[in-house]
């Protein structure tokens, strides 16, 4: 009995040892890199065999590539995952804003040319907040590229925008008198938190680290400078709605749309608007704020997997 006991105890342990070894490790999964790109240096995450499908992880507003660190191990077992920090972000060069044109246009012209470094023929994109406008930039250049596309809270019609766009219309409408008072909001630690928790009815889920990360990089050299200027280039984003829409009327491209109902920033209504122009895209609401992973990963991972499966 007692020598049954021992091998029981054993097996129990060899199995707990067995399940841990299957769980997903960030550490495991994932290499950061650097390459030159436009005499910048983008830094970027890598993950998953090179010769498997690829999935191009494109981040939001204030964060980085960081974003994606949870979803990424569970997903590059079969996948290469490919995010990149944009210019001003992250650990990728920040240039002046005096010595570089922070908008959409070109970011996205750096972030195509990232993808030229290394070769991406084919992804799928994976759009979050300022994801959206670079991802559909990259996808309206190279149509052929695009195997689907992946959207999480990220804006492409205009029932999108939530009430809290009206103070960032005005900003838009006249710089100069809004700029002082509007970007000490938008940029600050409250407002870092506020982008995480929104209404959630679970605000104890959410990791601190989180927004002070995010609110510690805004807080660098320049930055105030360089975010205002990109957001003050988010109006052309509105304005290119449209365009965006034509393109999604014409080439239905398979589209995954996942999206945290708890954004205080971004309607819920922009989810349904895109199966407007792409009537097979898969819509799923989620208990979840404008960063979803934070609170919805292992959710996100199934619904992406799934959708992933059926392009193969």
């Not at 091998?7 to 960030?26: D, R, Y």
């Not at 890199?33 to 436009?38: E, L, S, Y």
């Not at 972000?89 to 970011?107: K, M, R, V």
Request: negative net charge; glycine residues 6%; contains cysteine.
């Amino acid at each position: 009995m007692l020598k049954r006991a021992f091998l029981m105890a054993g097996l129990a342990l060899f199995g707990n040892a067995a399940h841990a070894q299957a769980i997903p490790s960030t550490s495991r999964a994932t290499t950061y890199n650097t390459v030159a790109v436009d005499g910048l240096k983008i830094f970027y995450r890598e993950a998953g065999p090179r010769d498997a499908p690829t999935v191009l992880l494109l981040h939001g507003f204030p964060t980085s590539s960081r974003m994606y660190d949870t979803l990424i191990p569970k997903l590059a077992d079969r996948y290469h995952l490919v995010a990149p920090d944009y210019p001003g972000f992250g650990n990728s060069d920040a240039p002046s804003a005096e010595t570089f044109a922070y908008t959409f246009d070109h970011l996205a012209a750096v972030i195509g040319d990232f993808t030229e470094k290394l070769g991406l023929e084919s992804y799928v994109l994976f759009m979050q907040d300022y994801g959206g406008p670079i991802g559909f930039r990259l996808a309206l250049a190279h149509p052929e590229r695009v195997r689907g596309m992946i959207i999480q809270n990220a804006v492409a019609h205009i029932e999108g925008l939530g009430p809290a766009w009206e103070a960032r219309k005005a900003y838009w409408q006249d710089r100069a008198a809004n700029e002082a008072s509007f970007m000490s909001s938008f940029t600050s630690l409250a407002a870092c938190r506020q982008r995480h928790v929104g209404a959630s009815p679970h605000p104890e889920r959410y990791n601190p680290d989180t927004w002070t990360d995010e609110f510690a990089s805004l807080s660098r050299p320049g930055q105030d400078r360089i975010q205002a200027d990109l957001f003050y280039d988010y109006r052309n984003n509105v304005a290119s709605y449209p365009k965006w829409q034509a393109w999604l009327r014409q080439h239905q491209p398979p589209m995954l749309v996942v999206w945290g109902k708890y954004d205080p920033s971004f309607a819920v209504a922009g989810a349904a608007a895109y199966a407007r122009d792409v009537p097979n895209a898969e819509v799923h609401m989620l208990d979840a704020g404008h960063f979803a992973l934070d609170e919805a990963v292992d959710e996100i991972a199934d619904l992406v997997r799934a959708f992933l499966a059926k392009l193969n």
